[in-house]
């Protein structure tokens, strides 16, 4: 009776398991990542591919419930292998592998419908981390990234942003308002209340003298802000 009921306490329940692609034409960080990946039972690689169009065709024959995508590649480079991804109605979750690397492009794929980016050399439990909380509906963007993006675009305006006296986190959040985040995804990217970013953009719009999120943009963009 004591064997029967140490038994019944320790048995495992089944672990429902997050089904990933990876897409990189690089093989050794594709392995790499697949390593991680390995050491999770919360997670299965269900497939690897190198580049968009096989991964757009893989797609097609076996859903997953995240896809790691690469940001540049040969063929049909991540953002266009987003875009044609929404252009399909897909919403399946994106999220690209990057290096320091371009802002635009950046920008660029999260306009495209991407769920945020992580760094190629991240760590295991940051890796694991990021594709749960992208599996839960939320957005991911490492601070670092965004640190290295916002100082090195910073150089460039640097006088123009000076003399509209935006603050750091609202260039941040103008950055993901161009990407076409909501106020809430907007909140969830960055982990600030949904209530803080209203206000952020509030005074976002007196700075830039606009009467809308888009004509915000359109004058962020017209002042190289973003």
């Given at each position: 009776?004591?064997?029967?009921?140490?038994?019944?306490?320790?048995?495992?329940?089944?672990?429902s398991q997050i089904h990933i692609?990876?897409?990189?034409?690089?093989?050794?960080?594709?392995?790499?990542?697949?390593?991680?990946?390995?050491?999770?039972?919360?997670?299965?690689?269900?497939?690897?591919?190198?580049?968009?169009?096989?991964?757009?065709k893989k797609l097609e024959q076996?859903?997953?419930?995240?896809?790691?995508?690469?940001?540049?590649?040969?063929?049909?480079?991540?953002?266009?292998?987003?875009?044609?991804?929404?252009?399909?109605?897909?919403?399946?979750?994106?999220?690209?592998?990057?290096?320091?690397?371009?802002?635009?492009?950046?920008?660029?794929?999260?306009?495209?419908?991407?769920?945020?980016?992580?760094?190629?050399?991240?760590?295991?439990?940051?890796?694991?981390?990021a594709i749960i909380q992208v599996?839960?509906?939320?957005?991911?963007?490492?601070?670092?990234?965004?640190?290295?993006?916002?100082?090195?675009?910073?150089?460039?305006?640097?006088?123009?942003?000076?003399?509209?006296?935006?603050?750091?986190?609202?260039?941040?959040?103008?950055?993901?308002?161009?990407?076409?985040?909501?106020?809430?995804?907007?909140?969830?990217?960055?982990?600030?209340?949904?209530?803080?970013?209203?206000?952020?953009?509030?005074?976002?719009?007196?700075?830039?003298?606009?009467?809308?999120?888009?004509?915000?943009?359109?004058?962020?963009?017209?002042?190289?802000?973003?």
């Amino acid at each position: 009776m004591v064997y029967e009921q140490f038994i019944a306490v320790n048995e495992k329940k089944p672990i429902s398991q997050i089904h990933i692609a990876l897409v990189d034409d690089q093989p050794l960080e594709r392995q790499y990542i697949a390593s991680l990946l390995s050491i999770s039972d919360k997670i299965n690689l269900q497939w690897q591919a190198e580049n968009g169009e096989e991964a757009l065709k893989k797609l097609e024959q076996e859903k997953v419930d995240v896809l790691l995508c690469d940001l540049r590649m040969p063929k049909l480079d991540g953002i266009s292998t987003v875009k044609r991804m929404r252009e399909m109605n897909n919403n399946l979750p994106v999220i690209m592998l990057t290096t320091f690397s371009d802002y635009q492009l950046l920008i660029d794929s999260i306009s495209s419908g991407a769920n945020g980016f992580l760094l190629k050399d991240m760590t295991y439990n940051r890796l694991i981390k990021a594709i749960i909380q992208v599996n839960d509906g939320h957005y991911l963007f490492e601070n670092d990234i965004l640190e290295h993006l916002l100082s090195s675009h910073k150089k460039k305006v640097k006088k123009t942003q000076k003399d509209i006296n935006i603050s750091k986190r609202e260039y941040e959040i103008l950055s993901l308002m161009a990407g076409g985040f909501s106020n809430k995804d907007i909140a969830n990217a960055i982990f600030l209340a949904e209530g803080t970013v209203k206000n952020h953009i509030s005074a976002l719009l007196l700075k830039l003298k606009s009467q809308g999120r888009t004509e915000a943009i359109l004058k962020a963009l017209k002042l190289s802000l973003i």
